[in-house]
């Protein structure tokens, strides 16, 4: 049983990961505000409370962990850059890989990258995690500096990272518009498959410290191209938006 630190734990991906991982993982779950989460998945956990974009917040969060699932951030398309993204998507990820840095534990980080930061290719485009970045947006712009910055934690620090451009996450299918277009529906990514590209994250072996991947569900067009993520972490996803909408 490994120990695992999920930071931005409240947030939708955060909560149906926690369900998904109790019990399987030691977990600490960490966020600024846990007053509106579930009792029962707080129940046994260490809980850290904190804004992790404050340095000095930090304190025992990282004490005997050896794998970080990094979602905290902000996460709106919108967001302006000096108000809401400065310190969510640039400062705090750059607080945790300099706290990684020091941990004797710390083995690897799992970080939530965004489409935005391909997403301004046409529609009709299938994007690899090779393409050029292409953001959409200035969140897509700090999803970007996240995958530089843990692209050089890893070849220059030697802290293993796997990052994960997530589609259209959904909770669950009661959030799957079955009018949805052929592009909606090609960036469909299930809480099913999220949770098993987790696990498969958490136990790969890599060839090189850093992998990118694309998450989105087995759709019959995936916007995002998976045979990465199959390839070297055996991602099987089995749900597909065209399929849950009636399109096939």
């Not at 025992?60 to 962990?65: K, R």
């Not at 979602?71 to 945790?96: K, R, S």
């Not at 050089?152 to 009018?179: M, N, T, V």
Request: net charge negative; proline share 4%; hydrophobic share 35%.
């Amino acid at each position: 049983m490994s120990k695992v630190l999920i930071t931005g734990a409240t947030g939708a991906i955060g909560t149906n990961l926690t369900r998904h991982l109790k019990g399987r993982h030691e977990l600490v779950l960490s966020d600024i505000d846990f007053s509106d989460f579930p009792q029962e998945l707080k129940d046994g956990l260490k809980i850290v409370e904190a804004d992790l974009s404050k340095l000095d917040s930090w304190g025992d969060a990282l004490d005997g962990v050896e794998y970080v699932i990094q979602l905290a951030g902000n996460p709106d398309p919108d967001a302006d850059f000096y108000d809401d993204l400065v310190d969510l998507n640039y400062v705090l990820p750059q607080n945790l890989y300099k706290k990684a840095a020091e941990s004797s534990t710390v083995k690897r980080i799992i970080f939530a990258s965004s489409i935005h930061a391909s997403d301004a290719y046409p529609d009709n485009v299938q994007v690899k995690t090779t393409d050029q970045i292409r953001p959409d947006d200035l969140y897509g712009v700090s999803k970007a500096y996240l995958e530089a910055l843990g692209s050089y934690y890893a070849f220059k620090k030697g802290i293993e990272s796997i990052g994960i451009r997530i589609g259209d996450y959904k909770s669950d299918d009661s959030e799957l518009d079955p009018d949805s277009d052929f592009y909606g529906m090609s960036m469909y990514f299930s809480a099913r498959d999220m949770n098993h590209l987790i696990d498969c994250c958490l136990k790969a072996e890599l060839t090189e410290p850093y992998l990118l991947v694309n998450g989105v569900s087995n759709n019959s067009f995936p916007r995002l191209d998976i045979d990465s993520a199959r390839v070297h972490l055996g991602y099987t996803p089995v749900d597909n938006a065209f399929e849950k909408c009636g399109k096939v």
